[in-house]
């Protein structure tokens, strides 16, 4: 017979059929059984009845089963009587009447209960057990969610003539501000590789290369301090695009994230529309933050109040032991206003100059940001230069995008979304753990895989590296 899923048994009302998953709950009444089992599609009941309406077998076989044992069972789709109809839920007014039980595999006690919500329960032995944490009904849609989210904003960039483009990671440090991670070369002694902070510098490549409309759902690797809610690696919707200025940008990004909530969360209201605009300054001055929460209900889980911040200054000073003494505030590429470039190209007026970067904040989140880009080599060599590279360090570092930017670029600009945390936000979830399906800890170690670990001598002398701990 060929199985059926969970959520098709409505349709099946008098039949027999087959159906494959686990076992959600078992309750021994002594002369029946009932189970509830679970398939990626959904949960049903199902009881075994006592003979001579059902099979001593059967019935033995049941009395044995635990919760999350793997089962192939045959039964028939009974409508449950009028007063046992369980409304709002699914197949709430069917029940499977058991015939025959296949053990597919059985299963040890798990370490916690695998109920609907797993959240009250130690976060460290969720994420050592995380496949069985993500059995539950919550974390089961935080990934299905997840993936809707990512598949509608595909498909509507698609739509707008973008195509997803992937890039390396195993590449060279950009500098978006964050620690590398690096990766020894095994063929070239003492050299490395760094996994990329952001595709930054490939995606303004794909510009130059000509692809005008890019996107992608890219992993990102920051080595930063434990940040509370922050993960070592994490996911981005990077997009980049020719020939526009700062308001296409944001429009875009606009319309994509209204689409998102209006086509995936239909609960949510969106507080305003079209998302109201605040310059750093007036946002400083008013709310004394950067990214304000601009509900005017905290208590309303299903408010989402979008803003967008602009007209950030390009730099800051810093307190670094080397270089000029400034840096950059968000995006050493990005372009300056048209009116302050000149300040930008004589260096002066450096704590005047104001950026094309753009935030997009949600509830107080900073979800997203960009900019509009230096294509000119010549004012990009500016930026680095009042950062305080040498021509040396600029060729070394830069060499390869300056050198392009020489063969014909198009204005450009992008924008990259924090994924992780705007999915959070839209489910109501308090950190990002719980929509990224094997999530490190706070301290960014992942439990389950037991990483980082020790490599072996032998790696590590093809690696030629040498530990300074001794090990
Ligand atoms: N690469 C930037 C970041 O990761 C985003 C951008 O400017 O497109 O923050």
Redesign the pocket.
């Known amino acids: 017979m060929e199985r059926t899923y969970i959520k098709d048994l409505k349709n099946k009302v008098g039949e027999d059929v087959l159906i494959k998953g686990w076992v959600d709950i078992r309750r021994d009444q002594g002369k029946m059984i009932f189970f509830d089992f679970r398939d990626m599609s959904g949960k049903v009941q199902g009881v075994v009845l006592p003979p001579p309406a059902g099979g001593q077998d059967t019935l033995d076989t049941a009395k044995e089963i635990r919760s999350e044992w793997v089962l192939a069972v045959t039964g028939k789709v009974n409508a449950r009587p009028e007063k046992n109809v369980k409304v709002d839920v699914l197949n709430g007014d069917i029940e499977l009447e058991i015939l025959k039980i296949e053990v597919l595999n059985k299963a040890e006690t798990p370490p916690f209960e695998l109920n609907d919500n797993t959240f009250g329960i130690n976060e460290e032995v969720r994420l050592k057990y995380r496949y069985l944490d993500l059995r539950s009904t919550r974390m089961q849609h935080n990934i299905r969610f997840r993936y809707k989210l990512i598949k509608h904003v595909r498909d509507e960039l698609n739509e707008r003539g973008f195509i997803e483009v992937e890039t390396p990671i195993l590449t060279k440090s950009t500098p978006?501000g964050a620690r590398d991670y690096v990766v020894p070369s095994r063929l070239y002694p003492g050299n490395f590789y760094a996994l990329p902070?952001?595709?930054?510098q490939y995606?303004q490549l794909l510009m130059v290369a000509g692809v005008e409309k890019y996107f992608q759902i890219a992993r990102?690797f920051r080595d930063e301090d434990t940040r509370g809610d922050r993960q070592p690696e994490f996911t981005?919707l990077?997009?980049?695009l020719s020939f526009v200025e700062r308001e296409d940008v944001m429009r875009v990004n606009e319309e994509l994230l209204i689409s998102v909530v209006k086509t995936l969360a239909p609960e949510k209201k969106i507080q305003q529309i079209p998302f109201p605009r605040f310059t750093y300054k007036e946002a400083m001055e008013k709310y004394s933050t950067d990214r304000p929460d601009l509900r005017e209900d905290k208590t309303d889980p299903n408010l989402l109040a979008f803003c967008w911040v602009i007209d950030f200054p390009f730099f800051e000073k810093a307190d670094y032991s080397t270089g000029s003494g400034w840096t950059f505030t968000?995006?050493p590429?990005?372009r300056a206003l048209p009116e302050h470039e000149k300040w930008l190209k004589n260096k002066e007026n450096i704590d005047e100059i104001i950026t094309t970067q753009y935030d997009v904040i949600l509830n107080g989140f900073e979800i997203g940001?960009?900019?509009i880009r230096n294509h000119n080599p010549e004012l990009l060599k500016a930026v680095l230069e009042i950062i305080g590279f040498t021509p040396e360090q600029m060729e070394a570092n830069f060499g390869h995008l300056l050198k392009a930017f020489t063969f014909g670029t198009p204005p450009h600009g992008?924008?990259?979304w924090g994924l992780d945390r705007f999915v959070a936000l839209l489910l109501n979830e308090p950190n990002i753990r719980e929509v990224i399906p094997f999530a490190k800890t706070g301290e960014g170690r992942d439990l389950m895989m037991d990483s980082p670990a020790p490599i072996s001598e032998t790696q590590s002398k093809e690696l030629h590296i040498k530990s300074t701990d001794g090990k």
């Open positions: 978006e902070q952001a595709p930054q995606k990102c981005q990077d997009m980049e968000h995006n590429f990005s940001g960009g900019s992008g924008i990259a």
